[in-house]
C-alpha cells in the first residue's frame, strides 16, 4: 500500500504566484566558474559555450527601418532603442531595474517577413563575448548560489570558497528529514506566466528563474507569423539564448564541459564521433537541398536554423544563413545529444560509455480513471543528479507546414514540456501539443552489439531531430509514428507512447483505436501498433525501460541479461512493473497519480527486494529511483544497482482537462516521499559540479498557467 499521505488544501485560485510578471529586468550578474588548470588550449576541444557574460539583456530587437518600440512595464512608456546593428537594427537596453529572476528578448523586426530584406550581417558595436572572471561572481538574479560546489577533488586548481546556506528553510547543516510526501492537496503554487507583446519582434522569449524556489525555470517563447519560417526559427534560437544564457552556462559546466575536452579526452573515440556529427550534418544538408518542397525537410531545416540561432546568440555573432549553413559537432549539438550519444558511444566504440548496465531511465503511466471520467498522464524522468538544472518550456511558433507560403500552419505549432537549458526538445520526453496530442518516452536501449552495424552517419536523423518533427507534423498516433520512423538513426532507442486526446471520450465506451499509439525502435527496427483497446481492458499502460514487442525484446539482447540476472530485466516481471501492477488501481485522481509516481519505500516494500544483493533492498527498485541511498560497501551483481548520483528527478503529470489548457503539474527534483530529500552537502556526491541547484531538493508540486 502506499504511504498515507498529510491533508492539505490545494489552491489553485490564490496560491502565491512564482511565474513571469511581464516584467523586463537587467541582467547583470556574473556567474563564476571553476578553477581550471593552466594548460595550452587544443582546437579539439568543445568550448564551454562562451557567452557573453555580464552583458545588460533587455528588449533585444533587430530592425531594418524604423527603431521599434516594445513597452517596458517599469517606466510605462515605449523607451527609444539605440541604433548599432547593421541596417537601422537596435538593441534596446532598459534602464537597470531591481535585482530578479525574470528576462525578455526580442528579436525584430526588420530581418523580415519577405525574402527581400537583405541577409543581416554581423552586429556592430556588439563585442564579441568577454572573458569569463574565473572563481567569483554571482548567479542570475542577483543572489547568491543555494549550493555553489567546487570542482571535483580530481581536478586541480584553488579551492571555491565554503558554500553560502541553501533555500530558506533548509539549513545545510541539518540532516534533512522524510516526508510526509508532497501531495497535490499540499501547500503547493501556480506558476503564473505572462508575456509583455512587441508587434513587429520576430521572435520574443521571457524567462523566470524560479529554481530556488519550485525547482523550475519557466520559459515563454514566441515567433512572428508575419517572418517567414527561416527567420522564425533562427529568431526562436536568438532569443531563447538571450534570457537563459546564465542557465545555458551552468548546465554546460554541470554535464557535458568534460565531453571530448580537456579533462576526460579520448582522441580516437572524439575523432570518430566528430566525423559522424560533420558527415550526418552534411547528409541532412544535401536532402534539404534536394527536397526543397517535402514537409519534412521543412521542419528538419527549421530545427538546425533554430539551434544555428541559439549558438550564434550565444556566442554574440549573430548571421542569418541564407544558403546552407554549419553547425559545430562538438558545441551546442552535444546539449541535444544527451539521449543519442548513449547509443553512439557503443557504435563507435568508445572505452568508456555513459551506459550503465541495467540502469533505468524514466518512468511513465498512462491511467484510465474509473468509469473512463478521465485519462491521466505522468512521467517521471530517471537521469543523474547533475541535470537537475530544469526548465519547463512553451513554444509558439508560426510555422507552415512545408515551404510553400499558402501552406497550412504546422498543427504542432505550440506545445509545452519539460526540458534543460540549451535544449530544444524534451529529452525526458514529455510534450503536451496544440494537435491534441501528448508524446512521451521511457528508455529501452540495445544491449545487443550486433545491430549497431545500422547507425550509420548518412541517411539516418538523430533522434532528438525526428522527434521535434514528428511532434510538429503530426495529427494522430499513426502520423506521428509515419514520420518518426522515417531515417531510423538506431539512436536514443525509446518506448514511445502517443495520446490522442482527440479520440477519447469521457464516460465513454473505448473507441477501439487511436487514443494509445506505442512505438518501439532500436537499430534496424521500428516497431508500431495501436493499443487502446488494452488500454481499456487493463485500465493503464506502464512503462519502465523494458520493451513491450518480443520481437524487440529478443532482438535487442534482454534474453540473455534475463538468462544471466532472472526476472529483473523481464517485461513482466522486473520491480517496477511488479509495483505498477500492484499500486495502479490505487490511482483515482491525480493526488494519487502523484503518490504512485513518486513511490519508493524501498526499505519496506518486498518488490524493492534484490536477493542477490547485501543489503537486499535496493533504492533503485521503485517507481522513482533513489540509487544515492544505496550503500557505497555493498554487494551488487550489476552496476545499476550500486550506489550512484542517479534516481527519479522529476514528475510530469496532465489530465485531459488540463492539456487542453496546455497545463502541468510537477515536482522537480528526487523524491522525498517515503525517504529523506536528497541534500548535495551531505551526500556522498557533494564533489560533483552542479552549479545553480539548491543544496536541499524538497519542493511541492506547482501548476504552470500561461497567460
Same mark, same amino acid.
Given at each position: ?20 510578471q511581464s516584467?523586463?529586468?537587467?541582467? #547583470?550578474?556574473?556567474? *563564476?566558474? =571553476? !578553477?581550471? /588548470?593552466?594548460?595550452? $588550449? ?5 568550448a &564551454? +559555450?562562451?557567452?557573453?557574460?555580464g552583458r545588460e ?11 521599434c518600440r ?10 527609444r532603442?539605440?541604433?548599432?546593428l547593421?541596417?537601422g537594427?537596435?538593441?534596446?537596453v532598459?534602464?537597470?531595474g531591481?535585482?530578479g ?21 554581423r552586429a ?14 554571482r ?6 548560489p543555494e549550493h555553489?560546489p567546487g570542482?571535483?577533488?580530481? #581536478?586541480?586548481?584553488? *579551492?571555491? =570558497? !565554503?558554500? /553560502?546556506?541553501?533555500? $530558506? ?5 541539518? &540532516? +534533512?528529514?522524510?516526508?510526509?510526501a508532497?501531495?497535490l ?5 501556480r506558476?503564473?506566466?505572462g ?8 521572435a520574443?522569449?521571457?524567462l ?14 514566441r ?10 526559427a ?25 565531453y ?18 560533420e ?11 534536394l ?26 555573432s549573430m548571421?542569418?544563413?541564407?544558403g ?9 549539438l552535444l ?15 568508445k572505452?568508456?560509455?555513459k551506459?550503465?548496465?541495467g ?20 512521467h ?19 510555422f ?28 525526458d ?7 491534441g ?24 536523423v ?6 521535434v518533427?514528428a ?5 494522430d498516433?499513426?502520423s506521428?509514428?509515419?514520420i ?20 477519447f ?9 487511436r487514443v ?7 537499430p ?29 525484446f ?19 516481471g ?26 519508493n519505500?524501498?526499505l519496506?516494500?518486498p518488490?524493492?527486494?534484490?536477493k ?5 533492498a ?13 550503500p ?27 492539456a487542453k ?7 522537480s527534483?528526487?523524491t522525498?516521499d ?15 559540479l552542479?552549479?545553480g541547484?539548491p ?5 511541492l ?5 500561461w497567460?
Amino acid at each position: 500500500m502506499l504511504a498515507p499521505q498529510a491533508s492539505r488544501a490545494w489552491r489553485s485560485g490564490r496560491a502565491p504566484s512564482v511565474g513571469c510578471q511581464s516584467r523586463v529586468l537587467s541582467h #547583470r550578474e556574473h556567474l *563564476a566558474a =571553476p !578553477p581550471e /588548470p593552466a594548460r595550452a $588550449p587544443r582546437s579539439e576541444d568543445p568550448a &564551454p +559555450p562562451s557567452g557573453r557574460r555580464g552583458r545588460e539583456a533587455g528588449a533585444v530587437a533587430l530592425s531594418a527601418a524604423a527603431p521599434c518600440r516594445c513597452p517596458d512595464p517599469r517606466r510605462g512608456a515605449a523607451p527609444r532603442c539605440s541604433p548599432i546593428l547593421h541596417g537601422g537594427g537596435e538593441v534596446e537596453v532598459p534602464a537597470p531595474g531591481p535585482p530578479g529572476r525574470e528576462g525578455s528578448a526580442y528579436l525584430g523586426p526588420g530581418l523580415g517577413p519577405a525574402s527581400s530584406a537583405p541577409p543581416p550581417r554581423r552586429a556592430r558595436g556588439l563585442p564579441g563575448p568577454p572573458p569569463r572572471r574565473r572563481g567569483s561572481g554571482r548567479p542570475a538574479g542577483g543572489r547568491a548560489p543555494e549550493h555553489f560546489p567546487g570542482p571535483a577533488p580530481a #581536478r586541480p586548481g584553488p *579551492a571555491p =570558497p !565554503p558554500p /553560502p546556506p541553501g533555500p $530558506p528553510g533548509h539549513a545545510p547543516d541539518t &540532516p +534533512p528529514r522524510a516526508g510526509p510526501a508532497p501531495s497535490l492537496k499540499g501547500t503547493g503554487s501556480r506558476a503564473v506566466l505572462g508575456r509583455p507583446r512587441c508587434r513587429e519582434a520576430g521572435a520574443w522569449a521571457n524567462l523566470t528563474n524560479a529554481i530556488r524556489d519550485t525547482g523550475w525555470a519557466f520559459l515563454e517563447l514566441r515567433t512572428n507569423g508575419q517572418y517567414n519560417d527561416s527567420l522564425q526559427a533562427y529568431a526562436a534560437g536568438v532569443v531563447e539564448a538571450a534570457v537563459s544564457e546564465e542557465l545555458i552556462y551552468m548546465h554546460w559546466m554541470n554535464t557535458v564541459v568534460n565531453y571530448c575536452g580537456p579533462f576526460e579526452y579520448e582522441v580516437s573515440y572524439c575523432e570518430r564521433l566528430r566525423r559522424f556529427l560533420e558527415t550526418n550534418l552534411d547528409w541532412m544538408q544535401e536532402a534539404i537541398e534536394l527536397n526543397k518542397d517535402s514537409a519534412y525537410w521543412h521542419q528538419v531545416r527549421l530545427t538546425l536554423l533554430q539551434l544555428k540561432g541559439l549558438e550564434d546568440s550565444y556566442e554574440g555573432s549573430m548571421t542569418f544563413p541564407t544558403g546552407r549553413f554549419t553547425i559545430k559537432p562538438l558545441g551546442f549539438l552535444l546539449l541535444q545529444l544527451s539521449g543519442d550519444l548513449g547509443d553512439l558511444e557503443p557504435a563507435l566504440n568508445k572505452t568508456k560509455t555513459k551506459h550503465v548496465m541495467g540502469s533505468g531511465s524514466c518512468s511513465a503511466l498512462i491511467k484510465l480513471l474509473p468509469g473512463q471520467s478521465d485519462l491521466l498522464i505522468a512521467h517521471n524522468t530517471w537521469s543523474s543528479y547533475q541535470n537537475m538544472l530544469r526548465i519547463i518550456k512553451k513554444y509558439w511558433f508560426q510555422f507552415r507546414e512545408d515551404p510553400q507560403e499558402n501552406s497550412p500552419l504546422a498543427p504542432g505549432n505550440k506545445l509545452v514540456f519539460s526540458s534543460y537549458p540549451g535544449t530544444l526538445f524534451s529529452c525526458d520526453d514529455f510534450y503536451i501539443m496544440g494537435s491534441g496530442l501528448v508524446t512521451l518516452e521511457t528508455t529501452i536501449g540495445n544491449r545487443n552489439p550486433a545491430l549497431w552495424k545500422y547507425v550509420q552517419p548518412k541517411n539516418c536523423v538523430l533522434e532528438w531531430v525526428r522527434n521535434v518533427v514528428a511532434n510538429r507534423l503530426a495529427l494522430d498516433g499513426d502520423s506521428w509514428a509515419d514520420i518518426f520512423k522515417k531515417f531510423n538513426s538506431g539512436t536514443y532507442n525509446n518506448q514511445w507512447m502517443i495520446v490522442d486526446y482527440k479520440a477519447f471520450v469521457p464516460g465513454g465506451p473505448s473507441p477501439g483505436n487511436r487514443v494509445l499509439t506505442i512505438l518501439e525502435q532500436i537499430p534496424g527496427m521500428v516497431v508500431v501498433a495501436d493499443k487502446t483497446s488494452e488500454l481499456y481492458q487493463k485500465t493503464y499502460w506502464a512503462s519502465y525501460n523494458i520493451p513491450y514487442f518480443e520481437s524487440v525484446f529478443n532482438a535487442s539482447g534482454l534474453q540473455a541479461l534475463v538468462a544471466q540476472y532472472g526476472d529483473w530485466f523481464s517485461y513482466d516481471g522486473s520491480p517496477r512493473a511488479r509495483i505498477f501492477r500492484r499500486n495502479q488501481s490505487l490511482v483515482h485522481d491525480l493526488d494519487s497519480m502523484l503518490r504512485l509516481m513518486r513511490y519508493n519505500d524501498f526499505l519496506h516494500d518486498p518488490l524493492s527486494l534484490c536477493k542477490a544483493c547485501s543489503p537486499q533492498a535496493n533504492a533503485e527498485n521503485a517507481i522513482s529511483a533513489r540509487s544515492d541511498l544505496n550503500p557505497a560497501n555493498g554487494s551488487y551483481p550489476f552496476q545499476a544497482l550500486h550506489q550512484r548520483s542517479h534516481g527519479g528527478i522529476d514528475v510530469k503529470m496532465t489530465s485531459m482537462a488540463l492539456a487542453k489548457a496546455f497545463h502541468i503539474i510537477a515536482v522537480s527534483g528526487p523524491t522525498w516521499d517515503q525517504v529523506p530529500p536528497f541534500q548535495w552537502s551531505s551526500s556522498p556526491f557533494s564533489g560533483l559540479l552542479h552549479m545553480g541547484q539548491p543544496d536541499v531538493w524538497k519542493f511541492l508540486p506547482i501548476e504552470t498557467w500561461w497567460d
